[in-house]
């Protein structure tokens, strides 16, 4: 544990201006505070603030910012309160510690919603100060470093895969890539053991096979750009293996295919000697084509500027290479902590000033509940990037999969309610077409257009599907009004009685209602009848009185996604088939085809059938899985190819069994005198896990390919 001396002084090296006092104070404080508390490691509670102040102090944050390290688990597991942190070290060190407490109160349950929540919680608390961020970052790190010591598997499994899903991609957000890579390696350790370790085995036997192929390269390039004329830092690395293995999981290849597990770093001084040592790296080795990205001319969102190549390098194998000067390298690895030593800003960084928070700010404001909200960012947090222009030349910058569409509601809500056609470089394309990168876009609107609920089936941000949802819902709302409102009409006709809106006020608890609105809406909806209404208003005498179907249950049931089937979209009562080409899981985006008299089929919106179904519009429905349907079991279909060997059907049930799936089916489709084909049923979860275990099976080197089956 680091004493209190030692942070003071890494503090001082950096920041000889830091307030001394306040941070031996928060030291004294903290330490008294936790007292005989203790860590599942048997550590005293205390050295992981302080550990996590160290973390901070790494990273050449502010004094504020470490101190509120030290204090971040005061208020939550002490008797120090609030009002007395505020005392002694003032209201903004009481801000930024409440700001970290409110996360950590809800962090450990479990609960989906509650996940939900505290995503919630943490995007409005970081867009009043991002330092909330950096301390709550620093905080799971720490977690992340001393989650072997927690012995429940299952809460163990909870913090680590909220890690990835959440924290890793937050850090990336700002620019953290040095705490991202850490705190998903981290996670993958304990989400993947078995992956981890056959990825770690494979690395060590091509670096036997291959001796220390690393420093020979790095030995060379440095040769190549001096003689270029060029003082140059190179350095190289084997990528991690969980970035080895999202590459398996994204692509249709098996190890000994994943050339480029290497990668090297060129350090230059400044922004003409990038595109210098680039012109001697092209024009000394083969480029890879596709490679090439330019981050210096057009930085990403975070800030993040490099220029990327692939080539073939010296020891034939291909690698990849990263060039940028040294400041650049700075803000790569720190990002939004890397301001703080530059510029030795004080006060509060208000976090609105980043896009991608105000945009999380915009969905949250759209979506209905902290559910929703979480569906529609957590996902795009992981795409990659594709960059448009606006016709003056601004640059959006959107998830991979993005269409006209999402950029207009990238530039503005109303050109995103109003557009009915798109530009793409001159030329007029339909709302569906897949931008690419470099596209400029001119966007067509209409007064009279309103939000289709056929986008929806193919935009990708969340932005654009929260606006979209909201105005179907606002819009379906209406019409179950008016439905309900003639239903209880009805109702009281066939009653005899005249109708009036005041009998129903004195029943709305009954149905769980707080407005008369909200009883039609109800009754429009299904979820109660007009007789159900009206025996409620007029009660019978006993023997006349049919029976009342509770309604509570049947909202609860139905909320909050609005109906209690697994699919959204669909009206109460219809059949619903799971089509056998495609196999849709939870996660796909999905559509549903009318056949009449049969009721609906689930595609995944890329299965090759739908192209017979493209004259007939009328039939698709727009549906989404609902958060209810990812606790049932669904199959997964995939087709893999593995060599004639014994013994090489069993690595491929053993690995499927370790990643949870369990077989429901397996047939082969063809067979030589060298390899299997098989068709595999796998009974999962939802989406992730059959890409967990495609990606696991690629990983297995008997395994020559694997695939999704697609129609
Ligand atoms: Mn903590």
Redesign the pocket.
């Known amino acids: 544990m680091m004493r209190q001396f030692e942070l003071v002084e890494l503090v001082k090296s950096y920041d000889p201006k830091a307030d001394e006092g306040a941070l031996n104070r928060a030291y004294v404080y903290s330490m008294k505070a936790h007292g005989a508390q203790l860590r599942a490691s048997g550590d005293p509670y205390f050295s992981?603030?302080v550990e996590?102040a160290g973390l901070l102090a790494q990273m050449k944050l502010d004094t504020a910012s470490i101190i509120t390290g030290l204090l971040?688990?005061t208020v939550?597991d002490t008797v120090a309160t609030l009002d007395d942190i505020e005392k002694l070290f003032g209201p903004d060190i009481g801000r930024l510690v409440d700001g970290?407490t409110k996360l950590?109160r809800i962090e450990l349950q479990s609960d989906h919603t509650q996940q939900a929540e505290n995503f919630r919680k943490l995007v409005l608390a970081m867009s009043e100060d991002i330092r909330v961020l950096l301390v709550k970052l620093a905080?799971r790190l720490?977690?992340m470093q001393t989650l072997r010591f927690i012995k429940d598997p299952e809460k163990r499994r909870r913090i680590a895969r909220e890690t990835m899903d959440i924290y890793a991609p937050l850090a990336e957000r700002i620019g953290m890539h040095r705490m991202k890579d850490q705190l998903e390696d981290l996670a993958f350790a304990e989400l993947y053991p078995d992956a981890r370790a056959s990825i770690i085995a494979r690395l060590g036997f091509l670096r036997e096979k291959g001796g220390d192929i690393v420093s020979r390269i790095i030995g060379e390039l440095s040769q190549t750009l001096k003689a270029g004329g060029l003082a140059a830092n190179v350095s190289g690395r084997e990528k991690s293996p969980y970035s080895i293995w999202r590459k398996m999981e994204r692509k249709n290849v098996s190890f000994e295919q994943l050339a480029d597990v290497m990668a090297f770093r060129v350090l230059v001084d400044g922004i003409g000697e990038c595109y210098h040592a680039l012109g001697i790296i092209h024009s000394t080795y083969h480029v890879v084509p596709g490679r090439f990205k330019d981050y210096i001319s057009t930085p990403k969102p975070n800030n993040y500027r490099s220029v990327h190549t692939g080539v073939i390098g010296p020891e034939r194998q291909r690698i990849e290479m990263q060039i940028r000067t040294r400041d650049m390298h700075e803000v790569a690895e720190l990002g939004v902590a890397a301001h703080w030593i530059f510029k030795q800003q004080a006060g509060s960084v208000d976090g609105r000033q980043y896009r991608w928070l105000r945009e999380l700010l915009d969905i949250l404001e759209q979506a209905s509940n902290p559910e929703e909200f979480l569906e529609h960012t957590k996902l795009e947090m992981f795409q990659d990037q594709v960059f448009a222009f606006t016709p003056k030349g601004d640059l959006i910058a959107l998830p991979r999969g993005a269409t006209p569409v999402d950029f207009a509601y990238a530039v503005h809500s109303q050109i995103g309610d109003t557009c009915v056609g798109a530009k793409i470089n001159g030329r007029l394309l339909p709302l569906r077409t897949e931008l690419a990168n470099g596209d400029q876009v001119d966007i067509v609107t209409s007064k009279a257009q309103t939000p289709s609920p056929t986008w929806e089936r193919f935009v990708v941000t969340g932005k654009a599907r929260a606006r979209i949802r909201r105005f179907v819902r606002t819009q379906q709302r209406a019409q179950y009004l008016d439905l309900g409102r003639a239903i209880v009409q009805k109702a009281f006709r066939q009653q005899g009685q005249g109708f009036s809106e005041r009998p129903l006020e004195a029943v709305l608890g009954q149905f769980h209602c707080a407005t008369v609105e909200d009883l039609y809406v109800a009754v429009g909806e299904g979820l109660a009848t007009g007789r159900e209404v009206t025996n409620a208003a007029f009660p019978l005498p006993p023997e006349a009185r049919s029976k009342v179907i509770p309604l509570a249950r049947a909202r609860k049931k139905g909320r909050p996604n609005g109906i209690a089937v697994p699919i959204r979209g669909l009206i109460p009562g219809m059949a619903l088939h799971f089509a056998g080409c495609c196999h849709p899981l939870p996660g796909d985006r999905i559509v549903g085809i009318v056949t009449t008299g049969k009721g609906v089929t689930i595609h995944t919106i890329d299965c090759d059938t739908l192209e017979s179904f493209a004259a007939e519009p009328e039939r698709w429905l727009d549906v989404a899985w609902s958060s209810e349907e990812a606790d049932a079991a669904h199959v997964g279909r995939i087709n893999v190819t593995i060599a004639n060997e014994p013994g090489n059907l069993g690595s491929l049930t053993t690995t499927i069994g370790k990643q949870g799936g369990n077989i429901s089916n397996l047939k082969i489709t063809n067979r030589s005198t060298d390899f299997f084909e098989i068709m595999v049923d796998i009974q999962v979860e939802d989406v992730k896990q059959l890409s967990t275990i495609i990606a696991a099976l690629r990983a297995t080197p008997v395994i020559n390919s694997v695939e999704r089956a697609r129609g």
């Open positions: 992981h603030p996590v971040h688990d939550e970290v950590s905080d720490h977690n």
